[in-house]
C-alpha cells in the first residue's frame, strides 16, 4: 500500500478532494493511505509561531526551520530512495510530469511539504534533503493545491486504483504526445458527427486513427513533446505530411491559433 503524508499548515483544505471520486475509493479500497502532520504543532513558543521576517529585508514572512526540521523527525525513518520520496513544493522545483507519477506510483511512500507565505528557509530545504517539485510556472499562495494535485495523479496510477487498467495506458504524456480526441454516444449531435472510422468496428483502423490524431494533436499544441517521444517510421512520415500541409485523413482539425501559438 502507498502511503502520502501530507506535511502542511493546512490540512481542512484536503477534506473536499478526498472525500470525494478516485481518491476516496483508493482510501476505501486500502490500496492508498493520506495522513497529515500539521507543522505548526512542534513550533516551542506560545504563540506557535512557524514564519518569520526574512534576512536581509524585504516584503513576506519565511518559514523558520525548527518547526518543519522536526515535524520531520516525527515520521518513521525514510525507507530509502527505491521506496520514498520526500518533496517540497515550491515554484522554483523540476517540473512535475506523468514520469515522475508513474514512478512514484511505485514506491510505500511519498512525503510532501507544503510551503507558505514567502516560502521556505534554504535551511529546510538542504539540510531535510528534499526534492523541489512545481506544478508549473507560476505561483501560488501555498503548496497545499499542488499537493492535491500530485496526490491526485499518483494516486489513480496505483494499480487497482482505476477500475479498467488500461485506462493510465493512453492518458496524455504516457507516450510522449497528447491524447488523441474522444467521443462518447450519440454519434450525431447538433450537426457535429463523430468520424466514421470509430464506428466501423475495425480495430485496426482505429489504433491507426487514434495515434494519427495523437501526432497531429500534440505536433499543433506541443511540439516541444515530440523531442522526446518515442517515434515509429509512420509517425515520422505522418509528421512530415503535416509539415507540408497535407492533412488528409485527419478529422479533428485544430484551430489556427493554437499552432501560431506554440511556435511563438
Not at 514512478?103 to 507544503?114: F, G, Q, T
Not at 492518458?171 to 464506428?199: I, N
Request: glycine share 8%; hydrophobic share 40%.
Amino acid at each position: 500500500m502507498l502511503e502520502i503524508v501530507v506535511v502542511t499548515l493546512f490540512e481542512s483544505m484536503f477534506e473536499g478532494v478526498l472525500g470525494e471520486s478516485i481518491l476516496k475509493r483508493a482510501q476505501d479500497a486500502g490500496l492508498v493511505q493520506f495522513r497529515f502532520v500539521n507543522f505548526r504543532d512542534f513550533a516551542l513558543d506560545k504563540h506557535r509561531t512557524v514564519d518569520d521576517a526574512p534576512f536581509g529585508g524585504g516584503p513576506g514572512l519565511v518559514l523558520k526551520p525548527q518547526p518543519l526540521f522536526d515535524a520531520m523527525s516525527s515520521l518513521p525513518p525514510d525507507l530509502g530512495p527505491d521506496l520514498e520520496v520526500r518533496v517540497a513544493l515550491t515554484p522554483q522545483g523540476e517540473p512535475f510530469t506523468q514520469e515522475l507519477a508513474q514512478a512514484w506510483s511505485k514506491l510505500r511512500r511519498i512525503v510532501l511539504v507544503c510551503g507558505h507565505y514567502e516560502g521556505f528557509d534554504e535551511r529546510i530545504l538542504r539540510g531535510l534533503h528534499l526534492k523541489e517539485v512545481s506544478l508549473g510556472d507560476f505561483v501560488l499562495t501555498g503548496g497545499e493545491i499542488p499537493a492535491m494535485a500530485v496526490m491526485d495523479a499518483v494516486t489513480r496510477l496505483v494499480p487497482g486504483v482505476l477500475g479498467n487498467t488500461a485506462s493510465p495506458e493512453d492518458d496524455s504524456f504516457t507516450d510522449g504526445l497528447l491524447e488523441y480526441p474522444q467521443f462518447t454516444r450519440p454519434a450525431s449531435f447538433r450537426g457535429l458527427d463523430v468520424p466514421p472510422v470509430l464506428l466501423s468496428g475495425n480495430h485496426a483502423e482505429v489504433a491507426r486513427w487514434r495515434r494519427r490524431h495523437a501526432l497531429y494533436r500534440t505536433w499543433v499544441r506541443r511540439p516541444d513533446l515530440l523531442q522526446h517521444a518515442s517515434l515509429s517510421a509512420d509517425d515520422r512520415r505522418w509528421l512530415s505530411e503535416f509539415e507540408a500541409g497535407h492533412l488528409d485523413g485527419i478529422d479533428v482539425l485544430e484551430a489556427p491559433a493554437w499552432r501560431k501559438k506554440s511556435e511563438t
